[in-house]
């Protein structure tokens, strides 16, 4: 099998932090409390494993808003596994169905990418709303903990509210800031920031980016001409373009995620508003259906409220795995 495979070469293994599954359980509390008791109810009302249970099983996967494609994967595999086995007991499920979705994401997940040389780049991008300005704020704030020098610039240049926004992040998180006034033209402002970033000896320069302009074709521009100026500046891609997209948002999710793949090519997913969600199941969708990896979560407004993604914790965390 191959999650079998995946787990031999330890990929997707939980760092050894103190405290870290706990906070991980509290920012994923909604999503835990429908999987684990939705999960144990099914399994409870069930002598023997039969094709009824794994209806039901199929019910709850797809109000978690795992989705359909992906939770026909996930129960064909378990009605399969189950029929090798030649398993008997209900019980017997929650475990295969906690190692098929760490594999799933596992296949799917790789941390942060750091830059070859300094500065390390993250172009942010999204749709309007999704936490975008505020993602980019913890990940400041974050890197700053590490004794980085961050360096933000405001790209979302089409409201003067989104500059001043990103000004208190930066305040805040004690992040130095490149801004232009607004309407100026965001891909000067990334160029400036990428020039400022080399000048000051900067280990991560961290690009806040408009998720709504007139049209969407217009944004989409705008992003590519951004992307394109900011590796001239820096003789390679940006080293991460992140692609923020609110969980909350369910399935939409998954075409924004197919929308923006098209055009700017996201190296990867920040999913946010975890905390807000019992529709956790989402990132499940996220990998098998769009192939991205999951690379950062956020679990509340607060500064300290974003998480790397690690398969194994957060499957651990939104189905209670022994318990
Ligand atoms: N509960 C919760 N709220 C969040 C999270 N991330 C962002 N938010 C909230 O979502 C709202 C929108 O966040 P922004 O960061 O302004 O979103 P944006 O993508 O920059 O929005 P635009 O610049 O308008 O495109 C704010 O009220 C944030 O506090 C999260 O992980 N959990
Ligand atoms: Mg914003």
Known sequence: MAWRNLFRRGEGKAPDEPGILDRLKAGLQKTRTMLTDGLDNVLRGHRQIEESLFEELEELLIQADVGMKTTLELVDWLREECRQ?????PQGVKPLLAQRMKEILGSCSAPLAEGPDQPTVYLV????????????????ARCQRRGQKVLLGAADTFRAAA???LETWAAR??????K?????????????????????????????TAGRLHTKSNLMAELEKIEKVLARSLGRRP????????AT?????????????GAVEPTGVVLTKLDGTAKGGIVLAIAAEVGLPVKLIGVGEGIDDLRD???ELFVEAILAEGS
């Open 85 to 89: 086995q030649k398993m008997t007991d």
């Open 125 to 140: 991008v999204g749709v309007n709303g999704t936490g975008k300005t505020t993602t980019v704020g913890k990940l400041a």
């Open 163 to 165: 500059i001043e926004q």
């Open 173 to 178: 998180s004690g992040a130095e800031i490149v």
């Open 180 to 208: 232009h006034q607004a309407g100026a033209d965001p891909a000067a402002v990334a160029h400036d920031a990428a020039q400022a970033a080399k000048a000051r000896g900067v280990h991560t320069l961290i690009i806040d």
């Open 239 to 246: 080293d991460e373009v992140l692609l923020v997209v609110d």
């Open 249 to 261: 948002t369910g399935q939409n999710a998954i075409s924004q995620a197919k929308m923006f793949k």
């Open 309 to 311: 993604f690690h398969p």
